[in-house]
Structure formats: C-alpha cells, structure tokens
C-alpha cells in the first residue's frame, strides 16, 4: 500500500486519475471509502468529475471512532444526494455485511436487464478509491476471499488486471485507486493530521495541538475532561497555548527548570485523541459543507 507520506504532484495526479478511468471502464459501481470522523476532509475533489455518471456506494469507515449521530447525519446527507453510505468498521468487520447487498441493491436494474436477455449470474464488479491511510487494505482484506480469478479466465478484463472474489457475483479490482485530499485547504489538512492521516514529522506537533485544544476547549467531551482531571471552566477561557502547559502539567511532563515539556504533551495529546481515549469525536458534519 502507498505511503500515508505521499506527496502529491500534478503529474502523479494525472496518472492515478488515467488509472482510475481505465479501471471505470470495467467496473459497474465504485466504492469511495471515507473516514466517518472527516468524510469531507477524506474526500476527494475531484472524483465526481473523475467517474462521472459511474454509480458510487459510499463506506464511512472507521465509524467505531466517529460519533453515531452524526455518522447517521451522513448517512442521511448521503441519502438525499442518491448515493447509499454504509458506516463499517473495517478493523473488526462491523457493518461489512450490508456491502454485498447494497452493490446488488445499486445495480438491481441492470441486474434485471441482464437476466432479462437471458444472462445468468452476471458477475457485478467493483473499485475501491480513498486518500492513503482510509482504510482501503484493511478493507480489501475484510471482504476479500483468498482465491483471486485468473485473468485468462475472464474475457474482456486486460491483461495485468486482477480481481479479487468478494462472493460468488462480485469481484473487487485489485489495486485500489489512491486518491489526493484537497491538500490546499488548511482546515482539511489539519483534520487529517489531527486523524493521524497525515505523517506528523511534517507537521509542527504543538502548532496542531493547540489547534485540536481549541476544538476541545470549545466543546470538550466528558471523557476529555476526566482523562486530565479538569473542568470545563478551567480551559474555557485560557489560550490554547496555555491549555497545552495545562494538559503537560497534568501529566507531570517537566523539564529542567520547572518548563512544561510542551512537545511530549503535544504527543501524547494526539495519541490519546488517536487511541479513541477522549470518546468518540466527528470533527466534521453535513451542515460544514
Ligand atoms: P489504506 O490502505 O487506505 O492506506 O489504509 P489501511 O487499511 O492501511 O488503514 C490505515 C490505518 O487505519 C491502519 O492502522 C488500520 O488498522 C486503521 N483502520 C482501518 N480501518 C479502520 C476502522 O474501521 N477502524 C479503526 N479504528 N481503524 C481502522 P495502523 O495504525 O496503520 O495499523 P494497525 O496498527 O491498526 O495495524
């Protein structure tokens, strides 16, 4: 799989949007997985260009750590746009049973055409897309069986392609289309570090903290405040500088002199948040678009 380090050049764009195009042309549905804590963050300018009138079935993954209702929200977003999102959790496999029937679900018309012209059993075949560190792999190896068809056994396919068998009907392209955020917008750049999409040695750690400290300060969760002992008045009305210290002299997190070692806290900030230990935060919802 690619590296949650990729830098994208317009050359690397152009090729992977050639790549994705010519796989459009032997697949019936793309499947677009997002993260649930950030679908618009982990979202791709300019897929809908890119596919064009391709039908799309949507996975909000990593949904064990997104906030049910406004994971619901997307769903419903999703809903009114036509296009079925599906929150899955493709570390343990939950909600992955709806996959499968939901691509027949999409394509239950061309389905009926087939059959109608006598074609039994169409195979229905698939493509996943998403930026790096999504959750494509970890997908793949949820839904995938073992055996992979063989190329020479599927006429039509070009050489080179493989396909992994997901259930008797439906076979998954083998290599993912690895997109590119929209890498300009700062807020999407934070959001996708602060998920850890986002390689944190480019980024200056306490700069991002004190950004997720004041998200945090204006709507702290429960398990955030207990985690360091504080309340909701002792960050409200600080900098977010000082809510850093704060959180650096809570843990003990000193160095020579008395300082707040302000970095180790950043760290340890963005590892707890990561981990899940401040509860379950989306960071973003339809109503942002
Ligand atoms: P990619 O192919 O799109 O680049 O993503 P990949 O599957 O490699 O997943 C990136 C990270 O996200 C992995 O964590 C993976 O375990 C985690 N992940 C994927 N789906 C889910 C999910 O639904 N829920 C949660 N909580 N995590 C998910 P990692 O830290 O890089 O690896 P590991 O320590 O989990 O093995």
Redesign the pocket.
């Known amino acids: ?2 590296s ?1 380090n990729i830098q994208w050049f317009p050359g690397h764009m152009t090729k992977t949007k050639r790549k994705i195009q010519a796989g459009l042309k032997l697949i019936d549905v793309v499947v677009e ?1 997002l993260d649930a804590r950030i679908p618009i963050s982990s979202s791709n300018p300019d897929l809908a260009d890119i596919i064009q009138n391709k039908p799309k079935l949507v996975l909000l ?5 997104a906030d049910r209702n406004a994971t619901n929200k997307w769903v419903e977003y999703y809903k009114k746009q036509g296009v079925t999102a599906i929150p ?5 496999g ?1 909600g992955l049973n709806r996959f499968v029937p939901a691509v027949r679900e999409i394509l239950a018309d061309k389905f009926k055409a087939q059959q109608a012209k006598g074609l039994k059993n169409p195979i229905l075949r698939v493509m996943i897309v ?12 949820k839904v995938s069986k073992q055996t992979r068809a063989k190329v020479e056994d599927r006429p039509g396919v070009t050489r080179g392609n493989q396909w992994y068998t997901i259930s008797k009907d439906l076979e998954m392209l083998d290599t ?1 289309g ?1 997109l590119w955020p929209k890498f300009e917008d700062e807020k999407v750049g934070r959001h996708l570090a602060f998920t ?1 999409a986002i390689k944190d040695q480019i980024l200056d750690i306490e700069l991002l903290a004190m950004d997720f400290l004041e998200l945090m300060q204006n709507h702290p969760t429960d398990e955030f405040l207990a985690r360091f002992k504080l309340k909701k008045e002792d960050i409200t009305d600080i900098q977010p500088y000082d809510a850093l210290e704060l959180i650096g002299r809570k843990r003990g997190m000193l160095i020579s002199g008395g300082e707040i070692d302000t970095e180790r806290a950043a760290n340890l900030l963005f590892d707890e948040y990561r981990g ?1 230990k401040f509860g379950l935060i989306t960071l973003e919802y339809p109503e942002d678009l």
């Open positions: 799989m690619q949650q997985i993954n990593k949904c064990d750590k899955v959790d493709c570390k343990s939950r998403g930026i790096p560190n999504v959750g494509k792999s970890s997908f793949i190896n993912p690895v850890g899940g």
